[in-house]
């Protein structure tokens, strides 16, 4: 096997250095969300009231490689009606059919915050795996960018004969 070929070497250059900035502007602009989301199941977990669901709907999505469904989850709250998305092997339709009565567990003043508790489905939250998996990634990348563009040897090589 030979040595990489200059312009091989500067393909994977900009690769991984748009890839990290990309993963950097995703990362900042999805932490806002994830830090709301964690502390409102914070919250949930807390403070959260419970009432039953159940089972309007579901919206099925097929992917290329699988088969995935959302099961749409109607509850009322003084006497105001809501919904809530949950996803996951468990809300299959042969899992989780329409009719199903379910646990909804929701913020009391604010109650369009909710949660699904249903085995092998989940509402779609962020969650501290998730968030930490995002930036992970993007330290990762950015050492990978700093490593390929950063010169060897530093500013004093820069100036040798």
């Known amino acids: 096997m030979g040595q ?11 690769v991984v250095g748009l890839s990290a900035v990309a993963s950097i502007a995703v990362s900042l602009l999805q ?5 709301r989301e964690m502390r409102e199941d914070a919250s949930l977990t807390e403070d959260g009231a419970k009432t039953q669901g159940r ?9 290329k490689y699988a088969y995935r469904s959302t099961a749409i989850v109607g509850f009322r709250v003084n006497d105001r009606p809501y ?9 299959l339709p042969e899992r989780l059919p329409p009719g199903t009565e379910v646990e ?8 369009s915050v909710s949660r699904v508790v249903v085995d092998g489905a989940r509402t779609n939250r962020f969650v501290l795996w998730q968030f930490a998996g995002i930036w992970l990634l993007t330290v990762v990348l950015a050492l990978a960018a700093c490593l390929l563009y950063w010169p060897k040897g530093g500013a004093a090589r820069k100036n040798e004969p």
Do not use: C, F, M
């Not at 932490?31 to 830090?35: D, E, M, Q």
């Not at 919904?83 to 809300?91: L, M, N, P, Y």
């Open 83 to 91: 919904e809530i998305q949950v996803r996951g092997s468990g809300a």
């Open 55 to 63: 089972v309007v709907s579901h919206d099925p999505s097929y992917g």
């Open 4 to 14: 990489p070929s200059p312009r091989s070497k500067t393909v994977s250059r900009w």
């Open 104 to 111: 909804v567990h929701y913020l009391p003043n604010s109650p």
């Open 31 to 35: 932490t806002p969300v994830a830090l």
